[in-house]
Nanobody, 126 residues
C-alpha cells in the first residue's frame, strides 16, 4: 500500500503561483511513477502532469504546458507541482496518484494509477 497526502493548495489571485506537494508513505516511493490530476466543479477529473519513477521524463496536458512543472525528490518521498501564472480556470481539486508505469506507458489514463491522495483545493480568483 502507498498512502499519499497532498498539501499546498489555497486561494490565490490570477497570475500568482503555488507549489503543491504530495508526500508518500508505505511502499518504496521511487518504484512508482507519479501523476497529478485535477477536477474542476461539475467536470470530470483530468490529467495534468506525470513524472517517471526516475524523474527522467515528464508529461503535461496541453493546457498547462509552460506554466506547470512536475518534479520529485525520491529521498523525501515527495512529488511536487509548481503552478505559475495561475488562471481562474485552474480552479479545481488537485490529486496526486502513484502507479507502476513503464517508460513506454500511457501516463494520461487514470486507470494506470493505483493509489490516490485525498486532494487539495486550488482556487484562483480573477
Amino acid at each position: 500500500q502507498v498512502q499519499l497526502v497532498e498539501s499546498g493548495g489555497g486561494l490565490v489571485q490570477a497570475g500568482g503561483s503555488l507549489r503543491l506537494s504530495c508526500e508518500a508513505s508505505g511502499r518504496t516511493f521511487s518504484r512508482y511513477a507519479m501523476g497529478w490530476f485535477r477536477q474542476a466543479p461539475g467536470k470530470e477529473r483530468d490529467f495534468v502532469a506525470a513524472i517517471t519513477w526516475s524523474g527522467g521524463s515528464t508529461y503535461y496536458a496541453g493546457s498547462v504546458k509552460g506554466r506547470f512543472t512536475i518534479s520529485r525528490d525520491n529521498a523525501k518521498s515527495t512529488v511536487y507541482l509548481q503552478i505559475n501564472s495561475l488562471k481562474p480556470e485552474d480552479t479545481a481539486v488537485y490529486y496526486c496518484a502513484a502507479g507502476s508505469l513503464d517508460p513506454d506507458s500511457d501516463y494520461v489514463g487514470q486507470n494506470k494509477y493505483r493509489y490516490w491522495g485525498q486532494g487539495t483545493q486550488v482556487t484562483v480568483s480573477s
